[in-house]
């Protein structure tokens, strides 16, 4: 699952917070100074994704009528043209890899700016950093399920995409991670 940029806040508090409960790490300046690093790196990953998602369809939509001429499987060509340009943005396509280097890349950036002293291997703390990213998105997944089959639950029907939903999305989302203490 993608990492969506109004997620990021909350799975970085939650990665400050799994940090602070391991006791495998001292934090110099605080879970807000974990969870603010840790932000700046996500936030980039995920831009340099939407980058790479906007070129793709840039060239998709300039090719627009050879590929209905071809009937070219539109998302299939989508995912063909990212593969090749991902290396160009520097983006990594399978989504346990890219944890990981992301992991990798907080971890090296919360010692650098000394927020965390620790004195156990590096990499047990690169694996509490990603445990906590695949445990929030995975989370995250079985909210959004929950407020889908809360929406298709409702007698009017609701058009995905449109304003209206959008909002009643957001509302039900927000009660849900609230209910579930991930807020």
């Known amino acids: 699952m993608k990492i ?12 400050a917070v799994d940090l602070n409960k391991s006791g495998a790490v001292t934090m110099t300046k605080g ?29 998709c939509e300039d090719n627009e009528e050879e590929i209905e001429f071809n009937l070219v499987d539109e998302r299939q060509l989508f995912f063909m043209i ?17 944890y ?3 992991s990798h890349k907080i971890l090296d950036e919360l010692y650098e700016e000394d927020l ?3 004195e156990v291997s ?24 929950a407020v889908m089959d809360k929406i298709r639950s409702y007698k009017k029907h609701y058009i995905p995409g449109t304003d209206e939903f959008e ?11 609230a209910k579930r203490g991930m807020q």
């Open 31 to 59: 879970l807000e100074a974990v969870s603010s690093e840790a932000e700046k790196i996500l936030t980039e990953s995920v831009k340099k994704e939407m980058a790479l998602d906007e070129k793709v369809r840039e060239i």
């Open 122 to 145: 590096e990499n047990r703390i690169k694996n509490i950093i990603f445990n906590s990213i695949t445990s929030f998105i995975a989370d995250a997944s079985e909210v959004d399920d």
């Open 4 to 15: 969506s940029l109004k997620t990021i806040p909350h799975i970085c508090s939650k990665i």
């Open 167 to 177: 909002i009643l999305y957001e509302k039900i989302y927000r009660e849900e991670m």
């Open 100 to 102: 990981s280097d992301i």
């Open 116 to 118: 965390i002293h620790f």
């Open 82 to 98: 990212k593969k090749k340009l991902a290396p160009e943005y520097d983006v990594i396509l399978n989504y346990e890899e890219r």
